[in-house]
């Protein structure tokens, strides 16, 4: 087992790890930014080294700061949490060179799932169900308009090496396909500088159903069950849930096979993720795969009692899974309460928290590094918490979570707190009516005085 894991991340995720690690007995270091100095996960670590400025590039992507913090440290592991480096093939390859074990995938796993064209074709080798769309990469307008004309509209452009909705269109008429082939590659090649694009079958109603995998390193794989993750704004995720309301037990059954022969086929190591998009007739089709663990992965531990971060860790060990695929016992809600003004289009809101009352009691759990006091950076994603509550029914952890939101105090800032206390009172969600396009007739109410 690791004696020292360097956390190259920050905020509630390096938080997470941390508790995890000290459960199992095992050393901690906090790598920080400037900005981040005054963060719980420097002042919980067992050691902490600044490695730059502000700015991620100088710091939390730096490799050589992260790597020689962990030489300095004697660290022999590094978390990378999600998001920074997590999926960063590069960073995997330079920890196996240094000999320093990587809780992640390999840098194979990583360039084979992380180019999305790279995955479909992986993926539609292994015989999951994929989205009809370009093999590869599109060589230039005149076959993007050729395929398009293939599988019919309405079809999605994406960028190969996209994100976070960076260089995705959606196009329901040919005469629409140019100006959006043109600005898609525009927009991917200044966030990514790559400007490669494919295409994909729109989906009619879909809904983001994912299933979270484990695989050890003698290729064996299991499932823990799905996550529904439909409810987004600029394809960020806003909440999830699990089990899904959409699911049944036999497409859970297609789904968790398909994922397990997914992970098996390319004998992963390590947490994933296989997102699907799944159609109003219950059609599911492979979207990505995340190489890494998942913000919304609390949910997932809450309704079968299973720590991820721990097993991530004992798989990174060479200690193998029991195999066993899991069902959800519970239900679960995740709320991402991120330092965004809701009233305002979700805009930004960095700044000092003033006072802070966190929600209790129980089937309440909040994943956090923020604190009365707090300054909230501007240089990095805005969510600050993470609210998860669970019970024996949905009914019951909409219920649970209402109160909670009630309870949850931030003062100083804005918070997105507001919004998820108006949708748990939504019909359509109430009811689990709702798909990728949910928020896009969503309404905030005027404030209350």
């Known amino acids: 087992m690791f004696k020292k894991i360097l956390i190259a991340n920050r905020g509630e995720i390096a938080m997470r790890i941390i508790r995890t690690c000290k459960e199992m007995g095992i050393k901690t270091v906090a790598v920080y930014s400037t900005a981040d100095a005054e963060s719980l996960h420097v002042r919980f670590a067992d050691e902490a080294v600044c490695i730059g400025p502000p700015q991620s590039n100088l710091s939390y992507l730096k490799i050589a700061n992260i790597i020689s913090a962990a030489e300095i440290t004697n660290a022999d592991a590094i978390h ?6 997590s999926e960063n093939a590069k960073f995997s390859k330079i920890c196996e060179e240094h000999d320093i074990k990587f809780i992640g995938a390999s840098a194979e796993m990583i360039s ?20 009809p769309g370009s093999e590869g990469i599109l060589e230039d307008y005149d076959e993007c308009l050729k395929l398009a004309k293939e599988i019919g509209f309405p079809v999605m452009l994406k960028a190969t090496a996209g994100g976070g909705g960076k260089g995705m269109r959606a196009v329901w008429k040919e005469e629409n396909l140019q100006s959006a082939w043109d600005s898609a590659r525009q927009e ?60 049944t ?16 086929f390319i004998k992963y190591e390590g947490a994933g993720t296989v997102e699907f998009l799944v159609d109003k007739h219950r059609k599911f089709y492979f979207m990505e795969m995340n190489t890494r663990i998942q913000v919304e992965h609390p949910i997932t531990e809450q309704v079968i009692d299973y720590d991820l971060i721990r097993e991530q860790i004992l798989v990174a060990a060479g200690i193998p899974i029991s195999g066993k695929n899991y069902e959800p016992q519970l239900h679960s809600i995740e709320c991402r309460i991120n330092a965004e003004d809701p009233y305002n289009n979700f805009r930004p809101s960095p700044g ?16 956090t590094h923020v604190y009365s006091g707090y300054i909230i950076p501007p240089h990095y994603d805005s969510m600050i918490a993470k609210l998860i509550t669970t ?26 707190i507001p919004f998820h206390r108006q949708l748990m009172d939504d019909p359509r969600y109430v009811a689990g009516n709702y798909t990728t396009a949910f928020m896009d007739d969503f309404k905030m109410n005027a404030p209350e005085e």
Do not use: W
Not at 352 to 367: F, K, Q, Y
């Open 249 to 264: 037990p036999k497409l859970r059954k297609q789904m968790g096979e398909a994922a397990v022969k997914a992970a098996e």
């Open 112 to 131: 084979k799932m992380g180019d999305k064209a790279t995955a479909k074709a992986t993926m539609k080798a292994a015989g999951v169900p994929c989205v």
């Open 80 to 85: 990378p949490g999600y998001g920074f480096l």
């Open 188 to 247: 991917a090649g200044a966030a990514f500088g790559n400007d490669g694009m494919y295409m994909e079958k729109l989906i009619e109603e879909p809904r983001h159903i994912e299933i979270q995998v484990i695989g050890d390193q003698t290729g064996k794989a299991c499932h823990l069950s799905e996550r529904d993750c439909s409810v987004q704004r600029r394809h960020q995720k806003l909440t999830e849930e699990t089990p899904s309301p959409f699911m």
């Open 391 to 416: 019970a024996q029914t949905r009914e019951e952890a909409i219920n649970k979570m209402k109160r909670a939101l009630d309870e949850f105090i931030i003062e100083g800032i804005k918070t997105t």
């Open 352 to 367: 000092r928290i003033e006072n802070l009352h966190a929600p209790g009691g129980h089937g309440v759990r909040i994943d």
